[in-house]
C-alpha cells in the first residue's frame, strides 16, 4: 500500500544511539531540494511550514515535484496575512490556482491549490503577498 522513498530508509533508528556531538542542520538550511523526481507526487502539505524568508522557493519546490493537477494543501496562522488577495495572487503566478479556502477560522487559514504548471515569472521577480508576518503568540 505505502512504500516509503529510497531516501527514507536511510534514517537512523533512536533505539541505541549514542550521545549527540553536533546537532544536525534542519533540511530547510541544508537544502531547498527534496529528494524526490520531477512531477513525481500527488499531493503536497505546508502545515504551519512557510516560516522560512524564503517561502517562494519552498513553494517552487512544491511546483516542481507536483504532478501536473498536483494538490498543494496550505495551512497557516491567519495572523501571518497582511493581505490574502495579494498571497493568492503571488500563488498564481507560480503555477498554482486556488481550489478552495477556509478563511472563517480566527486562528488558522486553510487553502487547496492545484498545480496548472511552471512558475509565470522568472526567479528574480518580487512577489509582495509571500512575505508573511512572524506568528504571534498572545498570552492566555
Request: with cysteine; charged share 25%.
Amino acid at each position: 500500500m505505502f512504500e516509503e522513498p529510497e531516501w527514507a530508509e536511510a534514517a537512523p533508528v533512536a533505539a541505541g544511539l549514542g550521545p549527540v556531538i553536533s546537532r544536525p542542520q534542519p533540511a530547510a538550511a541544508l537544502q531547498n531540494r527534496v529528494p524526490l523526481e520531477d512531477e513525481s507526487v500527488d499531493v503536497a502539505v505546508f502545515c504551519l511550514s512557510l516560516m522560512g524568508t524564503n517561502i517562494r522557493d519552498f513553494l517552487e519546490e512544491a511546483n516542481r515535484v507536483l504532478k501536473p493537477g498536483g494538490l498543494l494543501k496550505v495551512a497557516e496562522v491567519s495572523s501571518r496575512f497582511e493581505d490574502v488577495w495579494t498571497f493568492l495572487r503571488a500563488m498564481t503566478k507560480l503555477g498554482f490556482k486556488i481550489v478552495s479556502k477556509d478563511l472563517t477560522n480566527s486562528h488558522f487559514f486553510l487553502f487547496d491549490f492545484q498545480k496548472t504548471g511552471p512558475p509565470q515569472v522568472g526567479p528574480k521577480a518580487q512577489l509582495s503577498g509571500l512575505k508573511l508576518h512572524p506568528c504571534l503568540y498572545k498570552r492566555r
